[in-house]
Every structure is written in C-alpha cells, then in structure tokens.
C-alpha cells in the first residue's frame, strides 16, 4: 500500500486482511498525522518515499519491498467484506502458482441499500516475480499479462476523506511544462476537467483523445458519453446526441447509450420512440469478461421506470404498473416506485369498479 494521511481508514483497511496476507508493506509518501504509527500497530514494513507527484513511481517503489510469492495491492479507503475475505482465503488455499494474476472485482460506488452502482475489475493479486509495472503519474495501471485468472472475489471502497484537486493540479502542471501525454493521461485529463465543470476544455480534451484513435475502446465508448454530458451541461442537446451516436462506431449500443437516447426523446414527448430505446436497455447484457466499468442501474430499475413514466403518459396504466412493479423488484424501496405503485393501485382500483 502506498498511503498518506490515512489515520481514519488505515487500520479499517489493514483488519480487513486478516488470515489473507503474511506480510504488509506500507509505503507512506509523506503523513503529517498518525497515518505511521497505525501502520506499526500491523506491521514493521514501513518504509518512506518522497512524493513527486508520480502514482506509479510510488506503487512501484512499494511493489519493490514486498518479498511474498505474490502481491496484493490495496488503497486505504479500500476494504475486504467478510463474505470476500472467506473467498480470498479459499482462493489462497487453492491457487495454482502459475497465475501471474488474478482479478477482482472492485466496488465503487452504491445505493441506499447498499447495493453496487458502479464497478469494474482490476489486476489485483500479481506474480512478484513477474515484475508487473505500474504506468501513468495519475490514474496509473499495472501492466499486466500473461496466465490471467478471475475471480468473484470483490474489494469495496470506502471513501471517506474530502474531496481534492490533486489529480487536477498534477495533469494541470505537466500540461503547463509541455509534457507530452499519453492517450490514457488526455481521457483522464478530460474526465478530471468535467468533474471541476471545464465542460468546453474537457469536450478538447475528449476530441483530443477521440482523434488519436489509440485509446482501448471501452474507454473510447467512455469518452464521447461524458463528452455528451458535458454538452448537455453547455445545453447543447443535438451535440449530446450527436457525441453519444458516435459511441456506435466502437461496438453495439450499451444501456446507458440507450437510457439517454430515451430521455431525449422523452422530453420532445415521442413516447413510442423513447419506449423503444428504454426497451433496448432492459434487454442490454454486460460483458463480465472485460474489465469495463459497470453501472447495472442503465439495464436495471431506472429504464423500466422510464418504461412506465411512457406508458402512463399514453394512458396505458397497466402497462406502466408493470414495468414499475419491475423496478421495485430491483430497488424495494425507492420513494418514487413506492408513490408510483400506490398510484396505480388506486387508479386500477377505481377502473375496476
């Protein structure tokens, strides 16, 4: 782990590990708080790296003092679940030694219920031998390859420190030294740019990456959706529609291309045409085999929602109870499925009558 300022999360983090890893490497890259004196109460490997804005220059440095067969790379605010640690060990126990890695899944981002809103897979356990490194200052990856294993095992993360604009000024100052940057450094560049509301220089940098025709192609298929949110944001609607098309060059349109598509046509009140497009989204199937980021909301409650928002509009209640009774099905307790289905019990109860 490469850590800094992590005294809220850090032992969280390392508990989380028990009965999984027989020595813990902590590299800190520069704590003013307990961060180390945490990190001494789990483990004597504690070494110090100065900081010089290079992620990858950090993890590798940390990769490079581990001694174990194989590595495990986790962030502070990431966490192993009970039922995730079990199938770790039973992993452990079981795994052939000429896997040179193993994904994992890695949860980002959930709902109320806690269910997963957000997620995609990462190398997470590689060969030591195999001498796997890690690429890019910002948002860096390890290049990774060879008898790749996957597994169902997943990490949750758990972010709860503040938000910063780190990222933001390390890309902002390499671009103001002239440093070239890699197709992945300008998609990553952009996404930072629109999450800071630059929504004008982040629909450049996304053309930028687009023209370059180098990017791996789930992150092409990333970048004009966001290119087309940055336009929706500008209130720029055709040249939303006109970027998210150009997903279609890539590979077959995927929910979230369709659940846009749908609201487009939505709010110039074309139900039938919305209809066909939410339709598409229910029957999407991801791809488990890649390592794409997954938002199961686009194929799961939110078109059929929209499914029944058409078919009330066109007065076709029962229809539209359907398909919100779907939803309910994917997400219990939503407060607008919870109306909507009061709504329509009422309503199919006085047509009853």
């Known amino acids: ?4 300022n992590e005294e809220e999360s850090l032992a969280r983090c390392l508990s989380s590990v028990k009965g999984i890893a027989d020595e813990i490497v902590i590299v800190d890259t520069g704590s003013t708080d307990q961060t180390k004196e945490i990190a001494a109460q789990f483990t004597d490997r504690i070494f110090d790296f100065e900081w010089i804005d290079d992620f990858a220059a950090a993890r590798n440095y940390a990769f490079s003092k581990a001694t174990k067969k194989y590595i495990l790379w986790l962030d502070a605010d990431d966490i192993i679940k009970e039922k995730d640690r079990l199938l770790f060990i039973k992993l452990k126990k079981g795994l052939s030694l000429d896997v040179d890695s193993v994904t994992m899944h890695y949860y980002l981002a959930f709902d109320e219920m806690g269910n997963v809103t957000s997620s995609l897979k990462r190398n997470r356990l590689v060969r030591r031998d195999r001498n796997f490194q890690w690429i890019g200052a910002v948002h860096e990856y390890l290049a990774v390859y060879g008898n790749i294993q996957s597994s169902e095992i997943g990490i949750t993360h758990s972010k709860d420190k503040a938000y910063t604009d780190r990222n933001m000024r390390i890309y902002t100052q390499r671009e103001q030294e002239g440093k070239p940057f890699t197709p992945r450094d300008l998609y990553y560049f952009a996404n930072e740019l629109r999450d800071h509301a630059q929504y004008e220089k982040s629909i450049q940098y996304y053309k930028q990456f687009l023209e370059g025709k180098q990017g791996w192609i789930e992150d ?10 940055c336009y929706a944001k500008l209130d ?5 529609i006109e970027s998210i098309c150009l997903t279609l060059l890539y590979d077959k349109p995927r929910a979230e291309f369709c659940c846009t598509m749908g609201n487009h046509f939505l709010e110039k009140k074309q139900y039938q045409t919305a209809i066909y497009w939410y339709t598409e989204a229910t029957n999407y199937k991801p791809d488990r085999s890649n390592m794409a980021m997954d938002h199961p909301h686009f194929y799961t409650w939110l078109p059929h929602v929209q499914l029944c928002l058409c078919y009330d509009r066109l007065g076709q209640h029962e229809k539209a109870n359907e398909h919100n009774e779907i939803a ?23 047509r009853a009558k």
């Open 328 to 350: 309910l099905s994917f997400h219990p307790t939503h407060p607008s499925m919870l109306y909507n289905k009061e709504y329509f019990q009422k309503l199919l109860a006085e």
């Open 220 to 229: 092409n298929i990333q970048a004009c959706l966001k290119m087309g949110d």
């Open 1 to 4: 782990m490469i850590v800094r």
């Open 236 to 240: 720029n609607k055709d040249k939303q």
